[in-house]
């Protein structure tokens, strides 16, 4: 009897622990995964990221060493004086650009190890950017500004154009669809540059300054929708800007000061 008791309780203390250490790798991995170990949720990567521009003898360096992660779900907000290196370091986070040392990753993908053809692809399907200012071509109209990426690739044009309208519903501006550039306001240009950022569903959107030109009102318009644009294990949002209102839309906040980083932190809601 007191043979099986002892058995018996034993035999439980050894499912307990057992479930315990179940629960405890359990949280560990979820950990993990909000961490972005392994690869979970990881998006843009810098590891020691430097940028130098030789002009005639001179010599800048506009990015000294900067090591980032951008997870998918962030909207990753970029602050600093003018001529701190931000727009370089967008440059090299999309893929526009490569660093003079150090490395640049995107979705695991080392971005120096890719022609500029693969660099090239990869912006068009992966990343959208959006510019201070707005970029639209005056011939075309919103629709076909928005659809344009889509018409540079081998899509068909119908396919393209509904696939705009889509995107400009997205961004309260289907009733200007036919409308060209100069018929339209700042804010609905830079909407209309936005929906044009996502028109091919991309992974990273890239901002340098999207409220740069654009009233406070026309500002918060832009700072909402992009806010709403990062999600989980699928997109994640960097944002250059001036704007101290900016910062507070977004879920982080890095300082940039002298080509590095000064300050990276969450920022409270
Ligand atoms: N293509 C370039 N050629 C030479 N110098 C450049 C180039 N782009 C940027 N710079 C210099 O690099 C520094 C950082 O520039 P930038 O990244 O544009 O700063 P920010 O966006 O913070 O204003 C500045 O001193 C700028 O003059
Ligand atoms: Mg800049």
């Not at 099986?4 to 949280?27: I, K, N, Q, T, Y």
């Not at 940028?51 to 990015?63: D, F």
């Not at 005056?138 to 309208?165: F, H, K, M, Q, S």
């Amino acid at each position: 009897m007191g043979e099986r008791r002892v058995c018996s309780v034993s035999f439980r203390r050894d499912a307990e622990s057992s479930e315990r250490g179940a629960r405890l790798a359990l949280r560990g991995l979820r950990v993990a995964a909000k961490r972005g170990l392994w690869g979970v949720g990881r998006m843009l990567e810098l590891f020691d990221a430097t940028k130098t521009y030789t002009q005639g003898r001179r010599t800048v360096s506009a990015v000294r060493g900067v090591s980032l992660r951008v997870n998918t779900g962030e909207f990753v907000t970029i602050m600093g004086p003018s001529g701190s290196g931000k727009s370089t370091l967008m440059h090299l986070m999309g893929a526009l650009d490569t660093p003079s040392s150090g490395r640049a990753v995107f979705q695991g993908q080392d971005l120096q190890a890719m022609s500029d053809r693969q660099r090239s692809i990869l912006r068009r399907d992966r990343i959208g950017f959006v510019f201070q200012a707005f970029n639209l071509l005056p011939t075309l109209t919103a629709a076909e500004n928005v659809a344009l990426p889509l018409l540079l690739g081998r899509g068909g044009r119908r396919a393209a154009l509904a696939r705009a309208a889509e995107c400009l519903d997205k961004v309260g501006l289907a009733h200007r669809a036919e409308h060209f550039p100069d018929e339209l306001s700042g804010g609905e240009m830079q909407r209309v540059a936005v929906a044009r950022a996502l028109v091919a569903d991309p992974d990273a959107v890239l901002c340098d300054e999207p409220t740069g030109n654009l009233d406070t009102a026309n500002s918060r318009d832009i700072l909402t929708l992009l806010s709403k644009l990062p999600e989980p294990g699928k997109r994640a949002v960097v944002m250059v800007t001036h704007d101290p209102a900016g910062a507070t839309y977004g879920t982080r906040l890095v300082k940039i000061r002298d080509g590095l980083v000064e300050a990276d932190e969450a920022v409270r809601r």
